[in-house]
């Protein structure tokens, strides 16, 4: 376990060890000391009985430590608890292959989607370095509003950093990333990185740590209107998960009869929506009372309880009682195997803690022309 200094009022230091991101300290005992009942973020303080808390300056928090899935066309939320800065460091550890490329680094504050980021608003940029002899990779691309390869940093090492220096201190909580939104370059995507903020540029503090993420590409799976679409990713927070459907396999409004959620624990749904659940979508297909956005979580599967878009594109939403660790999302057509139409054929799988930011974990279409094993005289079906 960390173990990082912190500083007395009167200048004396002393040491803690840094559990993780929140901890219930009624349930430790430190010898000399009663049980407190408080929870303490990022680090478990070890006081001792002469020790007052008021006392206590924290010197460098610790950003906590996490994995996630990162996608080179897509924008990459990484969020934070909300914090006063007028530096923000985006630190790339390591990429996917080669020098890390980055088409655009933006800011964001709580509840808002202004880029405070920008260069028009007189943000300014700078780097550790940046790949020499290169029109198209400049710092100055980091901040310009502009995406896509040609409008790009690149380091000059395989690690390195971006940093945005803010016309002024402001609260922060996002930080969001992208490779080449316009999608044409897959490779140089950071895949271990840091966000580092600052009030004058000198003090750093870690608010974000992001290790072992996966690359969303594009995969192409068989999809079968009767059976389960199993799909797993690395575990993540969230608290709202959408299925984004671009296309059916005929053209037709997708139907979706159940969409299910795990977390860690494959057995334990948590989109039920007798665990609380809500179950939303983009539209629904209307004067059908078998047909209903309620019926994506009511634990019944097949087409007399299932939803339909009323479009040939459409999402559908399963928003959580309290954010969780998603691991796994599951749905299918028609469990009852009666109905084979309307099979989601490409679509992406979201998710965001807030509802408003959205984060990619697959992207995925059918392998089409996949042959299939039919039963021979005697033989049942599988």
Same mark, same amino acid.
């Given at each position: 376990?960390?173990?990082?200094? /912190? ?29 407190? &009942? ?35 066309? &897509? ?13 923000? &460091? ?47 990779? &400049? ?13 790009? /940093? ?49 003090? /750093? ?152 930011? /959205? ?24």
């Amino acid at each position: 376990m960390p173990v990082h200094d /912190w500083k007395r009022v009167d200048g004396g230091i002393f040491s803690h060890v840094g559990l993780s991101c929140v901890h219930d300290l009624s349930k430790s005992k430190q010898k000399g000391n009663p049980e407190r &009942r408080a929870f303490a973020r990022t680090s478990l303080i070890l006081l001792s009985s002469s020790l007052s808390a008021a006392a206590l300056v924290a010197a460098e928090p610790q950003g906590c430590e996490t994995a996630m899935s990162v996608h080179p066309a &897509r924008p990459n939320v990484v969020a934070f608890e909300p914090v006063r800065a007028k530096f923000v &460091r985006f630190v790339v550890l390591g990429s996917s292959r080669g020098e890390p490329c980055v088409d655009e680094l933006e800011i964001y504050g709580p509840a808002s989607d202004e880029n405070l980021a920008l260069a028009k608003r007189g943000a300014k940029a700078t780097a550790s370095s940046c790949l020499p002899g290169y029109a198209i990779h &400049r710092i100055e691309h980091l901040n310009d509003g502009k995406y896509g390869n040609r409008h790009s /940093w690149i380091a000059a090492q395989k690690s390195g950093w971006a940093q945005i220096e803010l016309p002024e201190p402001a609260l922060v909580d996002r930080v969001v990333f992208s490779r080449d939104r316009e999608g044409r370059f897959q490779d140089r995507i950071p895949v271990a990185f840091e966000v580092h903020v600052s009030l004058d540029g000198k003090d /750093w503090r870690a608010v974000a740590r992001v290790r072992n993420s996966e690359v969303v590409q594009r995969e192409a799976v068989p999809l079968y209107p009767h059976k389960p679409v199993v799909l797993d990713f690395p575990a993540q927070r969230a608290r709202f998960v959408r299925l984004v459907i671009k296309r059916t396999a005929g053209g037709t409004q997708p139907c979706l009869d159940e969409l299910e959620v795990f977390g860690p624990d494959k057995k334990v749904n948590l989109a039920a929506s007798a665990r609380g659940a809500k179950a939303a979508a983009s539209s629904c297909i209307a004067g059908y009372a078998i047909h209903k956005v309620e019926h994506l979580n009511d634990g019944r599967y097949g087409n007399s309880h299932s939803w339909i878009a009323a479009k040939p594109t459409g999402w559908a939403q399963i928003e959580l009682p309290e954010p969780a660790e998603v691991a796994r999302v599951v749905f299918a057509r028609d469990r009852e195997g009666r109905y084979r139409d309307r099979m989601p054929a490409a679509f992406e799988l979201r998710l965001s803690r807030d509802g408003r930011h /959205w984060r990619v974990v697959k992207d995925v279409v059918a392998l089409e022309n996949v042959p299939v094993d039919q039963p021979l005289a005697g033989e049942e079906p599988r």
